[in-house]
């Protein structure tokens, strides 16, 4: 059974060029132009996935309070925000209001369909058994790459799509300095510099909750970042100003 | 808090002298001196106004005095008054004496007996033995004091010779010989013949047999000294009438006849008499009437001699003094006030007023012979008044003649004198007060004037550092003008500029955010654009076509480069409001930078100099990283020979940071507006863009296509301001380049 997704975007030309986009990729496709229309329907049935945009028409915020409403409905719905809006405040608050990632609509169509498709995959990963070569480990970092899931000392870390790539592609290679584009081209996203800098303070702050003075990640001034693993945590203490 | 101001510069460079507002004012107001000025003629006209009045005053009390004794001859009747002419030596005068005299044989008492004596000699020889030289020559002086009428002789005489003791004549010895008229016109002759020195010996002869009889009226001193001798005596009033002659026989040896006589006059022939002038008691009795009037009157006969007199030039002030003399304002006003006028601003001013003094000295008149064009005028007929300066040229003198006329005849004339001082006190005390209000007035004045200049200056000065302030050298509006109180121009111009800055704000805003939103407004349709193209490739296309594809792709991925920039710079400042600031040493982040730069720029070699390992900022690393790559990867671009030298120093509390590229100069104007939002030197310098060569990116140094907004440099300056620094470029030469300091404030 092919998956539905709402599509919610309040542009008529590039709601229907994605939509499109994944009726060829074989989704099922809902599109609402509104708030309204699309509560009304979601009361009825929930999609699969919902893209969001936060602007809708006269309503400066509609995506977000969608969101609220949805995650409210339900707590394991994908919702992806994809907006023109792409200020720190407006990602925090997507983020943090239950979003699953936040994608500007900079982003090119086979990228956002690969998130579509991890989200999915993410979503049906959570109930198969784990398969070994799926898993990376390092130290007490374990990411499964199928699940998109990533554990700290045991723990699940709550990684946005775009965060998961991110300590995806640093704990890929330890040691080894990814710097910024490196970084966008691994996390498929097209940002600036500094975005990269707030997904990374995001990112450390993820960790911070579940290990107080996790300093894993290692910011290379001028270049990148790089992922030293806990042992060597000792070492790079000093550089972690 | 001054800042050099832009107008001083301006004004330093035209090399002009700033005259400032406030001394505009003072300089305005300092023709309010003028006011004292005008004050002081008009009281000089008032003054002059003064001396017409008293002018016509003491016209008027002469020809007063003068009405009272027209036609009044028998005022003038036992005078000389209707002689003719008089004869000097033999018309005598017999001048007021003002204190007593000591029958003592000295003249010492007599007032300027020098002066007033007549000199008898050769030509006053009345009779003579023949081919006998006249040995005797003498001084007399006439004089009046009381009821008695005092001469005074002073002899001149080789030999004195005394009445013998047992002698029966009187006139075989040295004598004196006194002859006049009495008051009833009778022919009256006295003779002082003295057997030694002494009190003196007279004797009236009697006018039938020529006997001398002993008298005791005529008292006074016969003193014999080394030259001769002297006679001092007097007689009552009331036996002289208006003639008088006197003679001194000279007798050489004891018990002869005289040898000579000389005198004022033939003393035995009645006819040959001189006339004896004194001062007329009854004149004197109306003049004292007048006297009162202070001014110092004369009545003269019209042989200019004096008849009557009253009063004293030295206290005859006119008729002003009476109102000046007294200090009305002395109980109103207090003692501090008091004394700060005698104090200080009397002395200021006497350094121009000049007081009218009652010590001067006037001794024009020589009180037998008045003279002056007055006096001549008025013994013509004329009435006349004259200023003149007393003798000691201390004082103004007003006099006024006016003449007496008996049977319209001018027979003498009333000469009335009266110092201006009075006027002068007058006019002191109108200047005084004038110059104590003008003062007062110039003082409040001038104050008020400097302290309204000061506070119009302050309130302008205020508005400058305000609007100096408002807006920096980038043109950014800093803060907002505050709206200046005050309803008046300068609030209003305050408040005008106030509107200014705060549109400018509103627009600066609108332009700051101009970007941000248009690339959030743009973001759409690009998507649209996007998304439709990729749609598309998602078609079978024609192989011809796909070229277009492909380049409308890369089009639109400059235009989303483009927009991302637009909104990289926003993004920035956003961020850094939120960032926490932490202590960090930015040394080590330079260093770790500068290891990076090393490895993104092989063909580039980094000379990194740092004396001071330790540099501790508050701020955030990351940002600072960014920075320095900004600023680092521009440095690159320009360098000419792929040299960068970067220098960390501490200087007292700064940490300055020089990042050094040789290479092409920065023009002039560039060197502030380097760190402004969408400015590139290299879209002036040169169109690499449009021929899409090679161009170093900011963000993207590999990049070819990438645009440039001239952004890098205004990011690192959003950042350094986030870090309380400051950022500038400047110029360097020998060789030519180009240098950006920075300047960073330590932490502790």
């Not at chain 1, 969101?67 to 925000?81: E, G, H, M, V």
């Not at chain 2, 003719?84 to 008492?109: C, M, T, W």
């Not at chain 2, 008046?488 to 200014?500: H, M």
């Not at chain 2, 440039?708 to 309380?724: D, K, M, T, V």
Request: net charge negative.
């Amino acid at each position: 059974m092919s998956k539905r997704i709402a599509i919610v975007e309040d542009d008529d030309a590039i709601r229907e060029n994605y939509a499109d986009v994944l009726r060829h990729q074989g989704y099922q496709v809902q599109s609402f132009a509104n708030r309204q229309s699309a509560e009304a329907a979601f009361t009825v049935r929930l999609p699969n996935l919902v893209i969001l945009d936060i602007g809708l028409h006269d309503e400066y915020d509609a995506g977000f309070e969608l969101c609220q409403w949805l995650r409210a409905k339900s707590s394991t719905l994908p919702i992806i925000f994809l907006t023109a809006r792409d200020n720190d405040v407006d990602t925090v608050s997507g983020l943090r209001i239950g979003a699953d990632d936040y994608l500007t609509k900079d982003i090119s169509l086979p990228h956002l369909t690969a998130r579509i498709a991890a989200l999915f995959r993410r979503q049906d990963a959570q109930n198969k058994p784990v398969e070994q070569e799926n898993l990376i480990e390092r130290g007490p970092l374990v990411i499964d790459s199928q699940k998109m899931t990533i554990k700290w000392h045991n723990h699940y870390v709550e990684l946005t799509v775009t965060e998961f790539w991110m300590v995806f592609a640093l704990a890929k290679s330890p040691g080894h300095v990814k710097n910024r584009q490196q970084l966008m081209q691994d996390s498929q996203i097209f940002v600036d510099d500094s975005t990269i800098t707030s997904h990374i303070k995001r990112i450390r702050k993820k960790f911070s909750k579940i290990e107080a003075d996790f300093n894993c990640i290692e910011t290379v001034y001028g270049m990148g970042y790089r992922w030293n693993d806990a042992e060597q945590n000792a070492s790079s203490l000093n550089n972690e100003a | 808090m001054t800042l050099p101001s832009r107008a001083d510069t301006i004004s330093a460079n035209k090399g002009f002298i700033r005259i400032g507002l406030r001394t505009k004012l003072v300089i305005l107001s300092s023709f309010l001196f003028t006011i004292p000025w005008f004050g002081y003629q008009y009281v000089w006209e008032m003054e002059k106004y003064l001396r017409y009045g008293q002018e016509q005053t003491i016209v008027g009390t002469a020809r007063a005095l003068a009405t009272t004794l027209h036609d009044r001859p028998n005022l003038f009747d036992n005078q000389a008054s209707f002689l003719a002419s008089v004869e000097k030596g033999k018309d005598l005068y017999g001048f007021q004496i003002r204190q007593p005299i000591q029958l003592d044989g000295r003249y010492n008492d007599w007032p300027d007996f020098e002066g007033k004596a007549h000199f008898y000699q050769d030509s006053n020889i009345i009779w003579q033995e023949p081919n006998q030289a006249v040995s005797l020559r003498f001084n007399a002086a006439v004089g009046k004091y009381d009821k008695y009428l005092y001469l005074f002789f002073n002899v001149v005489d080789d030999k004195l010779v005394f009445r013998g003791n047992n002698a029966r004549s009187i006139y075989l010895n040295d004598h004196l010989t006194l002859s006049l008229t009495a008051p009833d016109g009778e022919h009256q002759q006295y003779i002082v013949s003295n057997k030694n020195q002494g009190w003196i010996e007279s004797f009236q002869l009697d006018n039938q047999t020529g006997r001398p009889q002993p008298i005791n009226y005529i008292q006074g001193v016969w003193q014999s000294n080394n030259t001769g001798y002297n006679v001092e005596l007097r007689l009552p009033l009331d036996y002289v009438g208006n003639k008088i002659g006197f003679s001194f026989a000279d007798v050489d040896t004891p018990s002869t006849k005289a040898t000579s006589l000389v005198g004022s006059a033939n003393t035995s022939d009645p006819e040959q008499l001189g006339t004896i002038l004194v001062p007329s008691p009854e004149i004197e009795r109306i003049v004292k009437g007048m006297s009162y009037t202070q001014s110092s009157i004369w009545v003269i006969d019209k042989h200019q001699r004096v008849l009557a007199s009253a009063g004293d030039i030295n206290s005859a002030s006119g008729v002003w003094r009476s109102t000046t003399s007294t200090d009305a304002s002395e109980g109103i006003w207090p003692t501090w006030w008091h004394w700060l006028q005698t104090h200080v601003l009397h002395p200021l001013y006497y350094q121009v007023l000049t007081k009218p003094t009652q010590d001067f000295y006037d001794q024009l008149y020589d009180e037998s012979h008045l003279a002056g064009e007055h006096i001549e005028q008025a013994l013509s007929g004329e009435v006349h008044s004259q200023w003149r300066l007393s003798t000691d040229k201390q004082a103004v003198i007003l006099s006024a003649a006016y003449p007496i006329y008996i049977d319209e005849q001018v027979q003498g004339a009333v000469i009335v004198e009266e110092t201006t001082n009075g006027i002068k006190t007058l006019r002191n005390k109108a200047l005084e007060q004038l110059f104590t209000s003008i003062l007062a007035i110039l003082l409040v004045g001038t104050i008020s004037f400097f302290f309204f200049a000061s506070r119009i200056s302050n309130r302008i000065r205020q508005l400058r550092n305000h609007a100096e302030v408002a807006i920096d050298e980038h043109g950014r509006v800093k803060e907002d003008l505050p709206a200046l109180k005050g309803n008046d121009e300068i609030g209003d111009l305050s408040r005008s500029f106030s509107t200014a800055v705060s549109r400018l704000t509103q627009y600066n805003q609108y332009l700051e955010n101009l970007s941000s939103r248009l690339s959030h407004e743009l973001r759409t349709p690009i998507a649209v654009v996007r998304t439709s193209i990729e749609n598309l490739s998602m078609y079978p296309i024609p192989e011809n076509a796909k070229a277009y594809i492909e380049r409308a792709e890369s089009g639109v991925h400059r235009l989303n480069h483009i927009i991302t920039s637009m909104t990289e710079a926003t993004r920035v400042e956003q961020l850094l409001q939120r960032t926490e600031k932490q202590t960090f040493n930015a040394y080590e982040v330079i260093a770790s930078c500068i290891s990076g730069f090393k490895q993104i720029h092989p063909e580039t070699r980094f000379n990194f100099q740092a004396p001071n390992q330790k540099a501790n900022v508050l701020g955030s690393p990351e940002h600072l990283a960014q920075m320095l790559e900004k600023i680092v990867t521009n440095a690159v671009e320009f360098s000419s020979d792929s040299q960068v030298g970067i220098m960390l120093i501490t200087v007292k509390k700064n940490l300055i940071l020089t990042v050094k590229n040789n290479g092409e100069l920065l023009p002039d104007t560039m060197e502030n507006r380097l760190f402004n939002s969408m400015v590139s030197l290299r879209e002036e310098s040169n169109s690499l863009i449009k021929n899409n060569q090679q161009t170093p990116a900011t963000s993207q140094p590999s990049s070819n296509s990438q645009p440039h907004l001239g952004l890098g440099l205004f990011i690192a300056r959003l950042i350094c301001e986030y870090h309380q620094g400051q950022i500038s470029a400047q110029n360097c030469f020998d060789p030519n380049g180009v240098q950006i300091n920075i300047e960073i404030p330590l932490t502790e």
